[in-house]
T-cell receptor, first 113, second 110 residues
Framework: NAGVTQTPKFRILKIGQSMTLQCAQD?????MYWYRQDPGMGLKLIYY???????DKGEVPNGYNVSRSTTEYFPLRLELAAPSQTSVYFC????????????FGDGTRLSIL | GIQVEQSPPDLILQEGANSTLRCNFS?????LQWFHQNPWGQLINLFYIPSGTKQNGRLSATTVATERYSLLYISSSQTTDSGVYFC????????????FGRGTSLIVHP
């Protein structure tokens, strides 16, 4: 069972470049989330989705975009990469019921130089 | 939004010691999760525990929802317990959007 799969695992971007972080889950979960984790800090929510076609902003959405055309995929787009976006990005999913935990991918380590 | 505070921020133990990690939250919640982030960065769900006590091997967790705190107990710690422990609670009301604390960094020395 693959769970939540994130690609790529590592990436280096130049300032101003764009890229898409991929996230896929095979558990038929309704909810999906993108977090960023800066060194020594907890996770901050960027965007989340409660189902296909529905997305909403989290705590730190600026500089990012998302889409959710299917239940399985929830890509995160960086349009104009900035050094402040250097971080580790985690995708997660959950059924959406209050008694079910989140499942996390292994993360994407992104450096912007 | 809800505030989540974890203590202590850092903890260093000798292998075999016991420890208690605390998570305080500022509002009533209907679910709470504990996660372990291992030294490779992977986040593993340890417990979903909105109230009461659960045990899984050497780890156990207790949530007292009425007093707005949860405790994670680690007994007979091992070097593989090293990492960062996070608690997460819903950001508001009955939402399923978790807010994370800043974590407790645990180092277990052999």
């Amino acid at each position: 069972n693959a769970g939540v799969t994130q690609t790529p695992k590592f990436r280096i971007l130049k300032i101003g470049q764009s890229m898409t972080l991929q996230c896929a889950q095979d558990m038929n979960h309704n909810y999906m989330y993108w977090y960023r984790q800066d060194p020594g800090m907890g996770l901050k929510l960027i965007y989340y989705s409660v189902g296909a076609g529905i997305t909403d902003k989290g705590e730190v959405p600026n500089g990012y975009n998302v889409s959710r055309s299917t239940t399985e995929y929830f890509p995160l787009r960086l349009e104009l990469a900035a050094p402040s976006q250097t971080s580790v990005y985690f995708c997660a999913s959950s059924p959406g019921n209050s008694n079910q935990p989140q499942h996390f991918g292994d993360g994407t380590r992104l450096s912007i130089l | 939004g809800i505030q989540v505070e974890q203590s202590p921020p850092d903890l260093i133990l000798q292998e075999g010691a016991n420890s208690t990690l605390r998570c305080n939250f500022s509002d009533s919640v209907n679910n709470l999760q504990w996660f372990h982030q291992n030294p490779w960065g992977q986040l593993i769900n340890l417990f979903y525990i909105p109230s009461g006590t659960k045990q899984n091997g050497r780890l156990s967790a207790t949530t007292v929802a009425t007093e707005r705190y949860s405790l994670l107990y680690i007994s007979s710690s091992q070097t593989t317990d090293s990492g960062v422990y996070f608690c997460a609670v819903p950001s508001s009301g009955g939402s399923y959007i978790p807010t994370f604390g800043r974590g407790t960094s645990l180092i277990v020395h052999p």
